[in-house]
């Protein structure tokens, strides 16, 4: 197996490393308890092609696999965490589902701003009864008179209130199979926005209300099969929710590395301890292990990754930054628990990508059922 990255993938990072170490990084933490979306950086990575880095050639993207698209947001991470989760979105998220499965209509209406950075599109899947247990959304999809309506109630949708349009899921019909997916745009009569509402990391959410809000039906992305798509193609972000963490976690680790160096105690650097080198070693295998898995998984992928692999990914990664930004607030001591510091916010915007986009706890049960070849049934089984 070929452990190099290839000469377009080095020229991918290099370019982001550059403009992130001298664009980004002045502003970073200053953006960690900012409303406002990331705007300008957007339109910088739209500006050198890194947004559409996997989109199709087709409709104007580079057509790179999955690990071009996974290396770009590890590498933004390293330098700004708000605009990695902004690049997620915009390389992993909504725009892949829309090159996959859109018509060439909403192809050519949608991936254009999302390309550009000029606009995001946030993914509403979540309602306050249905988080894990999601294919229990109760959001209505109804086709009447020509236009598609829709009632209902979403939760905890990072960046709803800053992007024009919201990838909405809701049902057209009963059973898992009735699932479908709506582009609804900010503004449309009968969709309102709650408040904020803000996660520990300061990252903002929105609840969604739909009380008859008419959606055109060129809108509609899916009128149904959607949970299988979206399992398909969500695999793709839950990698990029991986990556983000082991950016972030790789600028803490980073950090610390070069505190143990710098910070004496009893007349000597903190390295020459021996519980210090032990947390910089474990920290450098955490990883590396769990980088090497993200990419086996995405590499060669073109939209959608394994199912097993994903979810291995996935909680390797975000567990993995945890425990490395946790450790670098160890090796900084006082400091490291700081909030004038930027480890113990690192920390907390890691902490949430184990629940986001499907908990660990999930996602262990995904891998053993694909180990074992078996569908765990978590509903009560029926009475007899
Ligand atoms: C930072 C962040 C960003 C998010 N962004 C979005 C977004 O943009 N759009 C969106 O739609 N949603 C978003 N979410 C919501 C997220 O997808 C849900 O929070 C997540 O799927 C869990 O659902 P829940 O909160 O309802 O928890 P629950 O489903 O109520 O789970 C509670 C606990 O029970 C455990 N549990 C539940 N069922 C099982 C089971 N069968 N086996 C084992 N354990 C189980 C869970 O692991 C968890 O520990 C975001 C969440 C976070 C934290």
Redesign the pocket.
């Known amino acids: 197996m070929d452990f190099n990255l290839s000469a377009e993938d080095r020229e991918l990072v290099d370019l982001i490393d550059r403009v992130g170490a001298e664009k980004f990084a002045p502003k970073a933490f200053e953006r960690r308890n900012e409303d406002g979306h990331p705007a300008d950086n957007m339109r910088l990575l739209g500006e050198l092609g890194v947004l559409g880095v996997c989109l199709p050639v087709e409709v104007g993207g580079a057509g790179r696999d999955a690990l071009s698209g996974i290396l770009a947001i590890e590498h933004i991470a390293r330098w700004c965490p708000r605009t990695a989760i902004s690049a997620t979105?915009a390389i992993a998220g909504p725009g892949m589902f829309i090159a996959r499965w859109g018509t060439a209509e909403q192809k050519a209406k949608y991936l254009p701003a999302i390309r550009s950075g000029e606009a995001n599109m946030?993914?509403?899947?979540?309602e306050?009864q249905?988080?894990?247990?999601?294919t229990d959304l109760a959001t209505r999809a109804e086709i009447r008179d020509g236009v598609c309506v829709l009632n209902g109630h979403?939760?905890?949708?990072?960046?709803?209130g800053w992007d024009r349009h919201i990838l909405v899921?809701c049902r057209f019909a009963p059973g898992t199979g009735g699932i479908g997916a709506v582009i609804v745009e900010r503004g449309t009569p009968g969709f309102t926005l709650s408040q904020p509402h803000y996660?520990m990391?300061g990252?903002p959410?929105w609840e969604l209300f739909f009380d008859n809000a008419e959606v055109a039906l060129d809108n509609v992305l899916f009128a149904g099969d959607g949970f299988r798509k979206l399992m398909s193609s969500y695999s793709l972000e839950r990698c990029a929710a991986g990556a983000s963490s082991i950016g972030i976690a790789q600028a803490a680790f980073e950090l610390a590395r070069q505190h143990s160096v710098e910070r004496k105690q009893f007349g000597r650097p903190i390295c020459d301890f021996q519980f210090v080198q032990d947390k910089l070693a474990n920290m450098y295998l955490a990883l590396e292990q769990a980088r090497l898995l993200l990419y086996k998984a995405v590499k060669g992928g073109h939209g959608s990754v394994g199912r097993l692999e994903s979810s291995a990914a996935k909680v390797a990664a975000t567990e993995a930054a945890v425990f490395v930004c946790d450790q670098a607030m160890q090796i900084f001591g006082g400091s490291g628990m700081s909030q004038e510091m930027p480890l113990e916010w690192m920390y907390r915007m890691v902490r949430?990508?184990t629940?986001?986009?499907?908990?660990?706890?999930?996602h262990?049960?995904m891998i053993a059922s694909e180990l074992v070849g078996r569908r765990f049934e978590?509903r009560p089984l029926a009475p007899g």
């Not at 946030?122 to 979540?126: D, K, S, Y």
């Not at 979403?154 to 709803?160: D, E, M, Q, R």
């Not at 629940?355 to 706890?361: C, I, L, P």
Request: hydrophobic share 45%; proline share 3%; net charge positive.
């Open positions: 979105m946030a993914i509403a899947l979540t306050p249905a988080g894990s247990a999601l979403k939760t905890f949708c990072s960046h709803a899921f996660h990391s990252s959410w949430t990508a629940v986001a986009g499907g908990t660990s706890d999930i262990r049960g978590h």
